[in-house]
């Protein structure tokens, strides 16, 4: 059974930094993807960054390019999403999902329906003040 936990949300103040932390276990082959997503309330969870961790591709979405950096220890069986200059938009709470890899799916592993197969976190709450 795959688990996985999040860590490393809080309260920050606009322009610094947080790193999270996900952690997938369980799996059974190298070849899984993770992907990291965020919601507030009263919109739907969006898809902000993701990683294949047998070839490290990564995805990210406009609003988080370059600010964003996601990472992967496969050692620890963990994924990172480095956060640099954060603004008060990017409150919200951030969940991982992690899924086997799909060769022939249709969907991105930024979309949340790609790991309907999946495991996803409880989810850590991430606050920045202006």
């Known amino acids: 059974e795959v688990q996985v936990v999040e860590s490393g949300g809080g309260l920050v103040q606009s322009g610094e930094s947080l790193r999270l932390s996900c952690e997938a276990s369980?799996?059974?082959?190298?070849?899984?993807?993770v992907g990291w997503f965020r919601q507030v309330p009263g919109k739907e969870r969006e898809g902000i960054s993701c990683?294949?961790?047998?070839?490290?591709?990564?995805k990210y979405i406009d609003s988080v390019k370059g600010r964003f950096t996601i990472s992967s220890d496969s050692a620890k069986k963990s994924v990172y999403l480095q956060m640099n200059s954060l603004k008060p938009e990017d409150a919200a709470v951030y969940s991982c999902?992690?899924?086997?890899?799909?060769?022939?799916?249709?969907?991105?592993?930024?979309?949340?329906?790609?790991?309907?197969?999946?495991?996803w976190g409880q989810g850590t709450q991430v606050t920045v003040s202006s």
């Open positions: 369980g799996f059974t082959s190298d070849n899984y993807a």
């Open positions: 990683i294949k961790n047998r070839d490290g591709a990564t």
């Open positions: 999902a992690a899924s086997i890899v799909f060769p022939l799916s249709r969907e991105t592993c930024l979309d949340s329906t790609y790991y309907i197969f999946g495991s």
